[in-house]
């Protein structure tokens, strides 16, 4: 065998072997996924304050694929799997009603599980407003709009807002019936915060995360790692 034959055989088994190892690396089943990256989705259970509690899942699917490296990684119609961290229904006096929700796990058409992180950016429902760190706030008012609505006069709000607060005295002779009033109001307009199963709603990734296919026999994830 030729020196040029002996040389071109050792390119080729080097070759052969940095082709094996790449396909090794893609049976690992990892991807990255950028930070910034949207993930559009279509909820298919409905999220209230008013019938969830904290750690309750929600589903949905996937409107559009996500792309690696010019491959579909994720494909349209994915499920997706999350849970509500934090709960607090609306109160009659203060406070709207707020959850908290994200995402865990993506799985895609084929059975491959991925665990993700991502939280709510975006919701296209009526009567909530999305906060920082993916909240959804319920509809409601303000002390002071309540007692404008209500008919209530400067001095009148100002006694209401004292006994919110904890004034003492507050409540007597006419100021029952301020309160009362106010009450009302707050009550009327203070509704659950709720994403019906159909609803469009938008998942940010904030990091750069490195998704791991789950380990399904054991029904668990695998935490993404972020960078």
């Given at each position: ?48 304050t ?12 996937t ?44 799985k ?120």
């Amino acid at each position: 065998m030729t020196s040029n034959a002996r040389t071109a055989g050792i390119v080729l088994a080097i070759l052969l072997a940095c082709a094996g190892r790449g396909a090794a690396n893609d049976d690992t089943g990892t991807f990255v996924i950028p930070a910034g990256t949207s993930l559009d989705v279509q909820l298919t259970s409905t999220i209230s304050t008013k019938s969830n509690q904290t750690g309750d899942l929600f589903t949905g699917k996937t409107n559009e694929p996500i792309i690696y490296h010019g491959e579909e990684v994720v494909p349209e119609s994915s499920m997706v799997e999350g849970h509500i961290t934090f709960i607090q229904p609306a109160g009659r006096v203060k406070g709207k009603a707020e959850m908290r929700l994200v995402l865990d796990t993506i799985k895609i058409p084929s059975g491959q599980k991925y665990a993700i992180k991502a939280s709510l950016k975006d919701a296209n429902a009526q009567g909530v407003t999305i906060k920082d760190e993916g909240t959804v706030q319920g509809p409601g008012k303000s002390m002071k709009s309540a007692a404008k609505e209500a008919g209530i006069a400067a001095g009148g709000g100002a006694a209401v807002g004292a006994l919110v607060d904890g004034g003492q005295g507050a409540m007597v002779g006419a100021a029952a019936g301020l309160v009362a009033a106010v009450v009302h109001t707050l009550a009327k307009h203070h509704g659950a915060a709720e994403l019906p199963a159909g609803t469009d709603v938008t998942f940010l990734i904030s990091g750069e995360v490195t998704a791991t296919k789950t380990d399904q026999e054991a029904g668990v994830f695998v935490a993404p790692g972020a960078h």
